[in-house]
């Protein structure tokens, strides 16, 4: 099984760093996996069946070490539906994390507002998803050893960990929105036209990624919570451009924010321990 042969790799190449929490780092957001102590950097291309990102600001490296105080395995760069290659490789390397030990998954991403109060450079958590990329990576056979056929995405963006990234936040006087997160296909931007259909939907943002990690983590059993870095408004909704270029310095303007969020959360977690009421790591 190629997760396992991933999993076995970044433990053999990570000793006695067996990660709790898998971090996945967005468009321009890859300077935080700087912040990882003690690390082990391991390219995507020595990990069997990992993808290899093709998109400016996704570096391809798989970053293992400390961060907040705990162990994390933190994918520095992602890749897109609409690069063409489908969903497999990114099954693999998320089912690699949760064998290498991770419990839960820390989603971040760029991401257009469509909230006209909610400009760039805010950071908003994820409450929710609408998936609208017109596929779900885990159409095709069911691997039962890792979930079920039709798995359940009731809370799929655990409202607990949510509730303890917005505590940070408020202790690190972060601004810290929260909402519902729209994929859709890419690469182009989105209309005007579909700017408003998806506010219409009950979107608070857009990307181009997120969900297919999120609903691969679920299935498997990781528990997610995510974090989008406002970088836009949608079209129509704002005078700024709206390109990738456009993106890459918002999120880079943002980050020290994220990164903030990020270590403070993981700080808390580990501060605690595990989750006393049940049981649970996230």
Not at 54 to 73: F, K
Not at 111 to 130: C, F, W
Not at 178 to 192: D, Q
Request: charged share 20%; hydrophobic share 40%; aromatic share 4%.
């Amino acid at each position: 099984m190629t997760a396992a042969g991933a999993a076995a790799e970044i433990l053999y190449r990570a000793p006695g760093r067996q990660p709790r929490t898998g971090i996945v780092l967005g468009s321009g957001l890859g300077g935080i996996a700087d912040r990882v102590e003690d690390a082990v950097i391991i390219p995507y291309g020595e990990l069997p069946g990992f993808p290899l990102p093709s998109v400016e600001g996704h570096a391809g490296r798989l970053v293992v070490g400390t961060l907040g105080g705990g162990m994390v395995a933190c994918m520095q760069g992602r890749v897109h539906g609409y690069e063409g290659n489908g969903f497999a490789a990114l099954k693999t390397a998320i089912r690699a994390l949760k064998l290498a030990g991770c419990d839960g998954l820390v989603l971040t991403c760029a991401a257009g507002s469509l909230r006209e109060e909610v400009g760039p450079g805010r950071l908003m958590a994820i409450s929710d998803h609408i998936n609208l990329l017109g596929t779900n990576p885990l159409a095709g056979p069911n691997e039962d050893s890792f979930g079920p056929r039709f798995p359940s995405l009731t809370d799929a963006w655990d409202p607990e960990l949510r509730s303890r990234l917005h505590a940070v936040a408020r202790a690190r006087g972060i601004d810290l929105a929260e909402g519902v997160y729209a994929a859709c296909l890419g690469p182009s931007f989105e209309t005007p036209a579909e700017v408003r259909m998806l506010k219409v939907l009950g979107a608070d943002a857009v990307g181009m990624s997120t969900v297919p990690e999120c609903i691969i983590a679920r299935h498997c059993g990781l528990r997610v919570v995510g974090c989008a870095v406002i970088t836009n408004l949608g079209v129509g909704l704002g005078d700024g451009p709206v390109d990738h270029d456009q993106t890459l310095r918002a999120a880079g303007a943002a980050a020290a924010d994220l990164e903030g969020l990020l270590v403070g959360f993981l700080e808390g977690l580990n501060d605690t321990g595990s989750n006393q009421e049940d049981g649970r790591r996230p």
